[in-house]
Every structure is written in C-alpha cells, then in structure tokens.
C-alpha cells in the first residue's frame, strides 16, 4: 500500500471505504499506551471524520509535499524535523485509526515507509459519557477548560509545584496555582468536575494526573477541538444529556464564571479579576455568594 503522488484524495477516500460501517474505537491497556510504538503502516486507518478526509476540505499538498521531502531526505520519521508520532485510536477488528497526523502518515506511505511512530490515546466516546453520567448522585456540575483554564496556557500564569521526580517526567503540563484547592472546594460543595479538552489526552492519563493532586474528575470530554459536521453532532448531543442530567451547571472561564440553574431559569455571570496569585480564591468566593442564594 502506497500513497499516490496524484489524486491523494481518491486514495484516502478508497481506504476509508474499506472499513466504513464495520470500525468502531476499542480501549488500548496501559501498557500499550504508556510509550511511543512503532507500528506496521498498513495498520494505520484515515479517519473518516477528520478534514483531511472531507471531500469539500481534503488533504493540504503543500504540507503533504514538504513532509514527503522531509522523509525522503531524512530516510525516517524518528530521524527528520518531524519526529513528532502520529496520534491514534485502537480500532476493531484492526489497527488503528489516526487521529492526529494524516499529513504525515500520508507521505510516509508515499515514501515507501514500512514502519511509524504512534502515540496510542483513548478518547471519550458515547459510551465513556454514559458511565459517567449515571456514575454520579449529584445534581450539580462545575465545567472547566484543561487547555486554557486549568493547564498554565499564557505566559504570566503562575503554576503549582511541580511534581516530584519521576511523576514530573510522566506529567509534564503545569497547572496553574490554586486549581486544586478550588476543584476540593468544588468537590465539597458537592458538584461534579467536568474538564474539557481540545487535544487528544487518554482518559485515563487526566484521570491518573489530577490523583496526583488527590482530585477526582467526574467527567472528561475529549478531542472538542475535531472540526467535522458529525463530530460536532455528537458533541452536541452528549452536552445536551450533561446538560440535563444536571439542575446547575457552573462553566468556569479565565475571566469569566457563568452559571445557569436549569429548571428555574436562572443565568448569572461575574468577571474574574485576572489576578494570576489570587484567581482561585475570587472564583471560589463567587461561587461561595451564589450558593447562600440557593
């Protein structure tokens, strides 16, 4: 199996017929996912919701050719300026399907690789919000963006300690200061986290990383940032069943806190004053106001 060097679209659209109807995402174990694999490239799948696979957007050629450039100088992916792996889901009944990196699996193909990097991520399906959903007793839920709220995203944000060695190998992205006491306040007040994120973090490695911390997410959305018509339908349709499962959601911003208490119809909003060192304890006492209402 190789890539044409023409009419690449016609070639992603023959490979992903070949599974249509039949692949479904299964969960990789832990073993699988703790490190950079190569695998055969033949066992690698494009993803029929991603753009590069959309008959009105379809593949970039010019990044297309200048990955095929790359490799073809370089003689191998681990060995170019892109050695960045290429993020997957396990699939049944084979290999995996791509998740990040079309581009570059494309023009490996083109260059006759045999084998590629792949970092294996379990993403949230259907199903994973289902289990998380009927998982809680709580009526109530606090939603928080991991990407720019939660990780240190901006160049004056000021991060917890780090994690003592080797964790601080294992989980690299610094959380800003103050978001563990405010996600045990949360907990205490008895609403369940929901964390959102537009990148592809498994499941189990946020899970694993706010243990550290001693908190526990309730709920995990990953992959947000996938701009495809059907992903954003089911996108939308699970946040409808979140939405419903609970009386009062809070959504917390960097500048702003939005809270809406469903079958009463109350909305209120309060800016956060962008205080890097006091940011949590104003967000919690916003929060700490609209609870002597209730």
Not at 13 to 30: D, H, L, Q, S
Not at 265 to 280: M, T, Y
Request: charged share 30%.
């Amino acid at each position: 199996m190789a890539a044409p060097d023409t009419d690449l679209a016609r070639f992603v659209a023959r490979e992903i017929k070949k599974y249509e109807g039949i692949m479904v995402p299964i969960k990789a174990g832990n073993a699988e996912r703790m490190f950079v694999k190569k695998v055969p490239i033949e066992k690698l799948h494009p993803n029929p919701d991603d753009e590069f696979c959309s008959k009105t957007v379809g593949p970039n050629y010019s990044i297309y050719n200048r990955y095929v450039r790359t490799f073809q100088r370089f003689g191998s992916m681990e060995q170019s300026v892109a050695d960045e792996p290429i993020t997957v889901e396990k699939m049944y009944p084979d290999g995996y399907m791509i998740l990040n990196g079309h581009h570059r699996w494309a023009a490996a193909l083109r260059v006759g690789f045999k084998t590629v990097p792949v970092k294996i991520v379990n993403l949230t399906n259907e199903v994973d919000i289902m289990k998380m959903l009927q998982a809680s007793n709580h009526d109530k839920r606090a939603a928080l963006d991991l990407d720019e709220v939660i990780f240190c995203s901006q160049a004056d944000d000021v991060a917890e300690k780090p994690l003592p060695f080797p964790l601080n190998k294992i989980y690299v992205e610094r959380i800003r200061l103050g978001i563990p006491a405010l996600m045990h306040y949360l907990s205490r007040m008895g609403y369940d986290i929901w964390v959102y994120t537009s990148e592809y973090y498994s499941l189990d490695y946020i899970r694993r990383y706010f243990k550290q911390y001693s908190v526990r997410v309730c709920g995990i959305f990953t992959g947000t940032g996938r701009k495809t018509k059907s992903f954003s339908k089911r996108s939308r349709e699970s946040e409808s069943r979140i939405t419903h499962k609970y009386r009062e959601t809070i959504h917390i911003g960097r500048d702003l806190i939005f809270r809406m208490i469903r079958e009463e119809g109350i909305l209120e909003e309060h800016e956060i004053q962008l205080d890097p060192e006091d940011w949590s304890r104003r967000v919690i006492g916003i929060i700490r106001k609209w609870s002597k209402t209730n």
